[in-house]
């Protein structure tokens, strides 16, 4: 498979919402697109072009947005693509692949705790590695790790 | 020293002593000191610390045994560093549970949380004060000796489940039950093998059926007999591979997981002495007990207390070969051993004393069998 | 008795590691499942925002402290393709050294730890024994049985000891009888084929669906293993077979488990005799100083400055012993990466968890689980 025939099948189905498919060494490439084309662009990546298998769903903080990595597998290509989305950061909502690939659901919580990207829909969206009621998340860049956390803020009961 | 019994040893013992305090003392308090009732009763007392003291370093050694021969069926050394090759190691472990706080839940059964391990082990002590060792060694006047062994032994179920119930553990609970039910199976299989061994011997009592094995022992023409005893006796003594119960206690769910501390010494100390019990009864019904075949050299038989010392080696093999089949089998699923014991064991147990009635029948007309006098004689 | 959820954890010698298997029963059946993870969560990845890269290695050992070298890898993957490093040929063949003898260690120890579960006391220790071969191994050339730190990026700190290969080669030899014996005292058993048997069953198409990978896919018929469909390092170049089963069960697990090793010992031959031939060096020339100055390799060049570095992003994937592993790595120009994020193959193996645990029984699930092969730390991070 080539990064062209990923750009034959999403083109029709995005149109300008599919932001570019830039080269990405060791991979088909990485596929920007639009948030709001989130579910079109998950179910043409499983149904036509055959990537059955979500490894991760990862958050990153850029400060001003926030980018939502996907990595995607198919066992016919033997290739791996990435896709990835651009949410703002005060508005930080996309839909949630877990209705297309049942292993999104761990990644995404765990995208929602450490990186606060709220999934739309999700099914089950709570905390997994930080304790329940943890206020904060903590890989964002304005969490600082050397400097304490405001103790009354810390744990909301539940 | 030959005819001489573990109680006549007692006795005279008591007898000897009583009347030396007696004629110490002198006059009527002397003459009521020797009276016969307290040499009796004390007799009974010597007799019951004897058997008492010999089961318990009996069984501190069979631990270390187990400890040890266990340790090289899995490639190292077992505990060597409390005492000699590790023998003191179970007196300190031992100290160490005597030491603990026992841990009192306050909504538990207080008479049930105490009355359960204490029973428990109670009657498996009990035992050995029926279970003869040796000619001389044995308890004497009483009749049915095995037929009341093997009813003491099977009070446990009810002692684990008073603990179980006891211990106000919903999971305890069901694990006590669990146990018990898994303990209650295996007794049918146990019991019909054990009717295998009665029939060709024709007695109850464990003496007469070692007499009985003076010309063959019984492993050989009852050796279904046998695979049904030993594994029923490893599902009884919750060994590897029965030992779900004593696993469970991993998933919080064991019978025993509220208990610490001497209570729990206890229960370890009762399933040794249950294991023990086990190891002596197979060597009792089917490995002829204290006597060694004919074609032996007459050496090795009459040295003081020699039928104690081939016994003792006859039940540390056969606790040896339940170590063996602990080191190397997996677990048995609780479902799966319930299966096996009403659905294979029981039928097995059930040819086994159609194989023991044929043998009486055709014995008399085999010529290697020998003539014996009748039995109960 | 009605339903009621318990929880198997987070103390619970059956779980190996500190996480909560939340089960929902009715009597012995299991009705759902709800793994609680979180417990060893350390932070890892934030924490390697505020480190130089060959500092963020101490990390990696401890991510997966059964399978260490080989987190050092993945990481190390990444971050060269961040900052644009390529190592020498010797350290490639080292690092698959490293990940072979890994995991081997790590199947080993999960084998330990499976039959334990299981009620065989006996092969745990033979295993443990054996795999304190494989550490002593280790041991002489990293210093460290645990916690190794031996790779940097551009290379592996030190090139092997000498003799070490034919000593390497005495190990395996010793180690292929004793898979046998393994085998014999599991698949010989009846009582473990009636416990394993039919136990925990996980289709293929499923399995991908959940994001399952590594032995629990290839026990399903499903053919992917990423050092021969996506080949890294030198894999390309080495000679072995996929380990695969078709029953989708606790023993299919096994069987693949068992025959992974077997292989590994067939690469590690292949990659000793090119490391006996092919002499060099074992980490790359031209690498920034500032990549870690108490940890810099030995004999780096550090002339590249820091605010001529260009910025880049570094993306890997390995074939870890539990599964396939991923690795991002930014590099936006600084000392430390931007953002360094890991995907775990057991954290998607237990999120499937109620897929293959519900409908069996409590006193199944030591059987199940072990043969998921769950490392919590590579979980939580």
Redesign the interface.
């Known amino acids: 498979m080539q990064p062209d025939d990923v750009r034959r099948v999403l083109a029709p189905k995005l149109a300008e919402r599919l932001l570019g498919v830039e080269p990405f060494a060791g991979t088909l490439g990485k596929v920007r697109f639009d948030r709001s084309a989130a579910l079109e662009t998950f179910r043409a990546m499983r149904d036509d072009l055959g990537f059955a298998h979500l490894s991760m769903v990862g958050g990153i903080d850029w400060v001003d947005h926030r980018e939502v990595l996907y990595v995607l597998w198919s066992d016919a290509a033997k290739q791996y693509v990435l896709l990835s989305t651009d949410v703002p950061a005060n508005d930080a909502r996309v839909e949630t692949a877990s209705a297309v690939w049942p292993s999104a659901n761990w990644h995404e919580r765990e995208a929602w705790e450490l990186v606060d990207i709220t999934f739309d829909h999700h099914p089950d969206l709570r905390h997994l590695l930080t304790p329940d009621g943890y206020v904060f998340h903590p890989l964002l860049r304005s969490f600082k790790l050397h400097e304490p956390e405001d103790l009354e803020v810390k744990v909301r009961h539940v | 020293m030959s005819n001489a019994t573990l109680y006549s040893v007692s006795y005279a013992i008591s007898h000897d002593i009583l009347f030396a305090i007696g004629s110490a003392v002198g006059g009527s308090w002397g003459r009521s000191i020797e009276a016969s009732g307290l040499v009796t009763g004390l007799a009974v007392l010597i007799f019951a610390a004897i058997v008492l003291a010999a089961t318990m370093i009996n069984t501190i050694v069979l631990i270390w045994y187990e400890r040890k021969l266990l340790g090289r069926f899995m490639d190292r050394r077992g505990a060597m560093h409390v005492g000699y090759a590790g023998l003191l190691q179970n007196f300190a472990d031992g100290f160490k549970l005597f030491r603990k706080h026992t841990v009192r839940p306050r909504a538990a059964d207080q008479v049930g949380f105490f009355f359960g391990p204490t029973a428990y082990v109670v009657t498996s002590l009990i035992i050995f004060g029926i279970l003869p060792i040796s000619s001389g060694w044995s308890s004497g006047a009483l009749p049915l000796t095995l037929l009341l062994a093997l009813a003491v032994f099977s009070f446990a179920p009810l002692f684990i489940f008073i603990s179980a119930w006891s211990s106000n553990n919903k999971y305890s609970l069901m694990g006590g039950l669990r146990s018990a039910a898994q303990m209650i199976a295996y007794e049918v299989p146990l019991l019909l093998a054990v009717v295998s061994v009665v029939i060709v011997a024709g007695s109850f009592d464990l003496s007469t059926i070692v007499y009985e094995q003076q010309n063959y022992w019984f492993w050989g023409p009852l050796v279904v007999a046998l695979v049904v005893f030993v594994a029923a006796m490893l599902a009884e003594m919750e060994r590897i591979p029965f030992d779900l119960p004593e696993a469970e206690a991993e998933l919080v769910e064991g019978w025993n997981t509220e208990y610490g501390g001497m209570l729990f010494a206890f229960f370890m100390l009762a399933d040794y002495l249950r294991a023990l019990v086990g190891s002596i009864l197979v060597v009792l019904l089917f490995l002829g007990g204290w006597t060694l075949p004919s074609w032996v050299p007459a050496g090795a038989t009459s040295f003081p207390l020699a039928g104690i010392f081939w016994f003792m080696v006859k039940t540390y093999i056969v606790f040896g070969l339940f170590v063996w089949v602990r080191a190397s089998l997996p677990r048995v699923r609780t479902d799966q051993l319930l299966r096996i014991g009403w659905n294979r064991m029981i039928p097995l147990a059930l040819l086994s004393v159609f194989l023991a009635a044929a043998l009486v029948s055709v014995r008399h007309c085999l010529p290697v069998f020998g003539c014996l006098p009748s039995p109960g004689g | ?1 009605s339903e009621m959820w ?1 929880n ?1 954890g987070p103390q ?3 779980t190996h590691g500190l996480w909560n298997l939340r089960v929902q029963i009715d009597g ?1 059946l299991v009705l759902a499942v709800d793994p609680e ?2 417990y060893l ?1 350390r ?1 890892i ?3 390697s925002e ?1 480190r130089h890269y060959n500092e963020v290695i101490t990390l990696m050992d401890r991510t997966c402290y059964v399978a260490g070298l080989a987190w050092e890898h993945l990481y190390l993957l990444a971050a060269e ?1 961040a900052l644009h490093v390529t190592p020498p040929e010797r350290a490639l063949y080292l690092r698959v050294l490293c990940e072979e003898f890994q995991r081997i260690g790590s199947h080993i120890m999960w084998y330990a730890a499976f ?1 334990q579960d ?5 092969p ?3 295993g443990m ?1 054996d795999r304190d071969l494989i550490l002593d191994l280790f041991q002489s050339y990293t210093g460290a049985r645990l916690t190794y730190e031996y790779m940097r990026v551009g290379g592996v700190r030190n090139d092997l000891p000498t003799g070490f290969t034919d000593h390497a080669r005495k190990v395996l030899d010793w180690l292929i009888p004793r898979f046998k014996e393994y085998d014999q ?1 599991c698949l010989g ?1 009846t ?2 084929r ?2 394993c048997d039919g136990l925990g069953v996980l289709k293929g ?1 499923e399995a ?6 590594g032995p629990m896919l290839r026990a399903a018929g ?3 293993d990423l050092r021969k ?2 080949p890294y390092a030198v894999y390309d170049r080495l000679d072995f077979d996929m380990a695969l089963a078709d029953t989708a069960d606790v023993t299919g697990r096994y069987l693949v488990r068992m025959e992974e090793m077997r292989q590994s010992v067939r690469i590690l031959r292949q990659v000793l005799d090119w490391l006996d031939h092919h002499p060099g060096p074992v980490v790359a020339e031209r690498l920034p100083r500032w990549l870690g100055a108490p940890y810099a390799p030995v004999g780096a060049e550090g002339y590249l400055l820091k605010r001529n570095y260009p910025k880049g ?1 570094g ?3 390995i074939e870890e012993p539990h599964g ?1 592993a ?1 690795s ?1 790595v ?1 590099n936006e120009g600084g000392e430390h990466p931007y ?1 360094v ?1 890991f ?1 775990s193959p057991v ?2 193996n ?3 968890a109620s897929t293959y645990l519900v409908g069996y ?4 699930i030591p059987p199940i689980m072990g043969s998921v092969d769950v490392c919590v730390g590579e979980v ?2």
């Open positions: 008795m318990i198997m619970h010698p059956m012995e993870m979180g969560h932070g990845e934030k924490i505020d393709g039959v299981i009620g065989l006391m006996t745990f220790l033979y024994r005292l058993s009582i473990f009636k416990r198409p991908i669906a959940h994001g399952v990978t499903v053919r992917r469909d996506r992003v993306f890997a994937a396939e991923l991002y930014v953002r994020k995907r954290f998607a237990l999120s499937a029984r409590v006193a199944d939580d991070r």
